[in-house]
């Protein structure tokens, strides 16, 4: 059973840095893309941060600029490196991934496309 397992959420004041993992287990092929969502309390759930197996990353708006996704496929691990932390960065994040291509017209944020969801790590502003 494919599993993803994040990691390094916890609790950083603004501006402070912060890097989350993903770690993949159970599946037998290469993920196509990779992504980070985030759901902050009270908001809907967006995409933060994506990937595909050849190291294009796309990034949203609020993020872009702050943070960096990358990814190793030795370990199968997927990594969310966020820096200049903000409050409203305050959020439950997931690792998502997809066997397929997911962009459209150079959106790759569609949950639809992601079948495969981690449980989720907490980062909280603790300003």
């Known amino acids: 059973q494919e599993q993803l397992a994040e990691s390094g959420g916890g609790s950083v004041q603004a501006g402070g840095s912060l890097r989350l993992s993903c770690a993949a287990s159970g599946y037998t092929y290469s993920y196509y893309y990779m992504a980070w969502f985030r759901q902050a309390p009270g908001k809907e759930r967006e995409g933060v941060a994506a990937?595909?197996?050849?190291?294009?990353?796309t990034y949203a708006d609020s993020v872009k600029g702050r943070s960096t996704i990358s990814q190793d496929n030795a370990k199968k691990t997927l990594y969310l490196q966020m820096n200049s932390l903000k409050p409203e960065d305050t959020a439950m994040y997931y690792c998502?991934?997809?066997?397929?291509?997911?962009?459209?017209?150079?959106?790759?944020?569609?949950?639809?496309?992601?079948?495969?969801w981690g449980q989720g790590t907490q980062v909280t502003d603790s300003s």
């Open positions: 990937i595909d197996r050849d190291g294009s990353a």
């Open positions: 998502v991934a997809s066997p397929n291509r997911v962009c459209s017209g150079g959106y790759c944020f569609s949950e639809e496309n992601f079948a495969t």
